[in-house]
């Protein structure tokens, strides 16, 4: 088996006097779209922003392409490979749509033929070019912050509900450059409550409970047993479509 693009090993995260991960032990492998599961509250987003170096574990161990971001800086984790999409969509509102992606593009200048394969997912962004992202609407001010995220190559991307508040065309745009992300070196944890959506593109899965994970295995092993969904999650996967 080939070493894990990120590795959390007893991982505990508090937040002043709350105590949210609880020895988190989860393996992405490298490659593919994996996905984590979970109620509202379970500990998915501080997961994420652990990772990321957001909120720094108090016990346990990240590893990262077999390497301990832990103690490191989140602008040192971002320049190791990582990229973080927020929930929030997070984006500088002042900024044009340009401005936003040439930020996050880290080796200078904009590759234009990247920014040409980002347009045919989301074209709204090319027409909105340079407009205040501040004026975008929800949907496209989220298609501004998965863009800045995949605006270069990165290791591992960090998704946090991609699809929360999105049109079904927008949604199936994200599928489409999710399937060319994960042809393309590029690893996904994405967290997302759509379960339409990450049963198409999920490869792996795990699934949080108060702080800690509870389950681990393949998207279709979950997806074809509804008994194990219903004892996990208190519903069917086919419920949500």
Sequence with gaps: MPEPILQLS?????????????GVDLVVPRGGLAVLLGRNGAGKTTTLRTIM????????????????ISALS???????????????????????VRENLLLAARSGPLDDARVEWIF??????????????????????????????IVEQRKLLLIDEPTKGLAPAIIQSLIAAFRELKESDTTILLVEQNFSFVKTLGDTVAVMDDGRIVHAGSMRDLVEDQDLQQRLLGLSLDSHQ
């Design 10 to 22: 007893a991982v505990h995260t508090h937040i002043g006097e709350y105590h949210i991960l609880q």
């Design 53 to 68: 170096g957001l909120w720094k574990a108090s016990a346990g161990s990240v590893k990262f392409d077999g390497r301990d």
């Design 74 to 96: 989140t602008p040192d984790i971002a320049q190791a490979g990582i990229a973080y999409v927020p929930e929030s969509m997070a984006v500088f509102s002042d900024l044009t």
């Design 120 to 149: 045919g997912f989301f074209p709204a962004l090319k027409k909105f070019w340079n407009y205040p992202a501040g004026n975008l609407s929800g949907g496209q001010k989220q298609m501004v912050a998965i863009a800045r995220a």
